[in-house]
């Protein structure tokens, strides 16, 4: 066997814990498409499809794009050792304002029930986003503060230029 071969062998996924949370992450799944059809006077499987084709566009158009394009900016200005802290950060911010979007637009708010949709979730995202900022900033501090390892690349600008990325 050759060494790449090797190596994409040693990768793989496997195991026991890998194949066990598998089978019960598939068991849920099933539970939860039988649910949605046996009870499809409640659930409204189109709805649903319609909502999953939606998350699945702003996916692929929103969030990876931005959460790439962040990352992109944090790898070329970040020392490394801060870099899966603050990427971490931005990938968590992505997601919580991608999902706070329906409520952000009230989405569901009906003028003849006050109670749907009774908070201020604008508010509510800036302090989930400053919780999620501030433990971020602490996670890249301490990165900072650790002293370096033996495979903890050189600093920027001693490594000889090379072409392309």
Known sequence: MSTPARQAARDAPGGPLFWISNAIGMGILVFGVVGLLRHQDATVPLNVLKFLA????????????????????????????????????????????????PVLTGRGRNPNNPSILPGDYGTGLLQVLAVVWAVGVIAAIRALLRPPVADDPPRAGTLPPQNGW
């Open 54 to 101: 939606g998350s699945l566009i702003a996916h692929d158009a929103l969030f990876a794009p931005l959460v790439g394009l962040g990352s992109l900016v944090i790898v070329r200005l970040v020392p490394r050792r801060v870099r899966p802290a603050l990427q971490g950060t931005l990938i968590i911010s992505a997601a919580v304002v991608l999902i706070s979007i």
